[in-house]
């Protein structure tokens, strides 16, 4: 068999929670390959919303095994909240998760060094999610880190101690004052936790898995646009989010992967700092947080609202060579007369469509082509021909722009709001 890979491609928080849920039931293995805790999947079972944030979307069915792949940075302490709160839904999570001995720790210093670095930053800040994803895979890529496989050495406290000195002598460098006691002691009974989960090579593993026919959805958190080498360097995370991912992240290699589905939303959201060409700061855009609840599903801060970027999304979809298009909260432009989507930006007087070097810089005008809004509820839409003709002629037009099909419309955050069209998995 071969290897699925579910990404965003925008800038994070398209519904990707969401639409592993959906598809998980047609997977064994449902595995995420890079990110961290800055991640928040939601999903919304029998109207109970809940947020994942290292642990894969397939955790809620019974059969799929769920794996944390060695391209992930881990915090023990946010692992060990999301797994008691699964178990106190009453679900089974140990059994069904395993955990890559290369995953990367962070340390409660990675958090606090990512603080600082944001202080010192000051109007040039990330806009980071302070959960120390950037110290972590600095660690990791400096060949200083810790990785979950050393909680099994008897000198892992040593190990410990030794970062962390490193870590305290460089925060000499800040102004910045912090104190480590209690963030310690949880991050040791999170410790305590992972010697409960069967950690595992799981380059092996999932190898094995794939001979065996087993099929496997590699999860992807964040989005392209907000790539280490292709996103809106600095405004970025610190991890290939990008198909090229899953590789390095998952140990797999490039042929095994086959199908690529994209996320984005009908319209685009940006939660931080950096650049976004579409964004809206009037009425317009206001009216989408609201329709939307755009507001960050691990920090809570509001997001930055505005059209489709569709010279971001080709860009996007280019990357990772996405083989089909999950179009999510439809359903938030239901009421919207007109709808706008870029197509392109003017720079200094000159139209591109080319996502370039250093937008930040370049102050991108965006281009927009207008469409009709559909002006109706999508409740009755069971199959592409209930859609409107407007939602019609709006997802041609993106099918078009990117060149690849959109072959499930999600119209709400729930499991059976999701149209799948011909060609789609499940
Ligand atoms: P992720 O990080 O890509 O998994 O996305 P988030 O969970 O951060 O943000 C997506 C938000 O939109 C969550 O609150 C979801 O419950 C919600 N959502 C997902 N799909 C839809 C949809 O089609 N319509 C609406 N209205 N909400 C959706
Ligand atoms: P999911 O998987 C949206 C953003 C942060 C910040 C930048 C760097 O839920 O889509 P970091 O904490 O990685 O140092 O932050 O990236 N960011 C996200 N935005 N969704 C996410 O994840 C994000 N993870 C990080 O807001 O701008
Ligand atoms: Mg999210």
């Known amino acids: ?31 995420r390959f890079q990110g961290g805790p800055n991640a928040g999947h939601t999903l919304v079972i029998d ?56 995953a990367h720790l962070i340390l409660p210093t990675h958090r606090v060094l990512d603080a600082a670095s944001e202080k010192a ?14 110290p ?23 190990m410990y101690e030794a970062l962390k000195k490193k870590h305290l002598d460089l925060l000499r460098l800040y102004d910045y004052d912090f104190d480590l006691k209690s963030m310690e002691e949880e991050w040791w009974e999170g410790i305590e936790l992972l010697r ?18 087993k099929r496997i959805l590699a999860e992807g958190a964040q989005g392209a646009m907000l790539d280490i080498d292709y996103g809106t360097y600095p405004y970025v995370t610190s991890s290939n989010t990008i198909t090229a991912g899953v590789l390095t992240g998952l140990g797999l290699a490039p042929q095994r992967i086959q199908r690529v589905i994209g996320i984005s939303k009908a319209y685009c959201t940006r939660v931080g700092s ?33 059209w489709i970027d569709m010279a971001a999304l080709k860009y996007a979809v280019m990357l990772s060579g996405t083989t089909e298009i999950a179009l999510t909260k439809v359903d938030v432009l239901n009421h919207f007369a007109q709808i706008r989507a870029g197509v392109g ?21 965006p281009v927009y082509k207008d469409f009709e809004g559909w002006m109706s509820e999508s409740e009755q839409w069971q199959d592409i021909d209930d859609c409107p003709k407007a939602l019609q002629k709006f997802i041609r037009f993106i099918e078009s722009e990117c060149g690849v099909p959109v072959t499930m419309i999600s119209t709400g955050p729930e499991r059976e709001k999701l149209i799948l069209r011909s060609g789609a998995l499940v």
């Open 47 to 102: 109207g109970q919303k809940i947020v994942l944030h290292t642990i894969p979307s397939g955790i809620f069915h019974q059969r799929a095994v769920n794996i944390i792949g060695n391209g992930v940075v881990l915090d023990p302490v946010t692992l060990k909240k999301e797994i008691e709160e699964l178990e106190a839904l009453g679900l089974d999570i140990r059994s069904r998760l395993l955990l890559a001995k290369k």
């Open 196 to 213: 409960t989960i069967e950690l595992s090579d799981c380059e092996y593993y999932i190898n094995e898995a794939d001979k065996a026919g």
């Open 136 to 158: 972590a895979y600095m660690d990791k890529t400096g060949r200083n880190g810790l990785r979950a496989g050393n909680i099994e050495s008897h000198r892992f406290d040593q």
């Open 345 to 365: 930006y003017r720079i200094d007087g000159k139209e591109t469509s080319n996502w370039e070097f250093d937008m930040q810089h370049k102050n991108p005008g």
């Open 274 to 306: 950096g650049p976004f060409p579409t964004e809206l700061h009037d009425e317009t855009g206001e009216r989408l947080r609201r329709a939307g609840g755009e507001f960050g599903a691990t920090t809570g801060r509001p997001r930055r609202c505005g």
């Open 121 to 134: 930053k000051g109007k040039k800040k990330i806009g980071s999610t302070l959960r120390g994803i950037g």
């Open 1 to 31: 068999m071969a290897v699925d890979v579910l990404l965003g491609l925008q800038w994070g928080d398209e519904g990707k929670g969401k639409i592993v849920d959906v598809l998980t039931p047609s997977y064994d293995i449902i595995a």
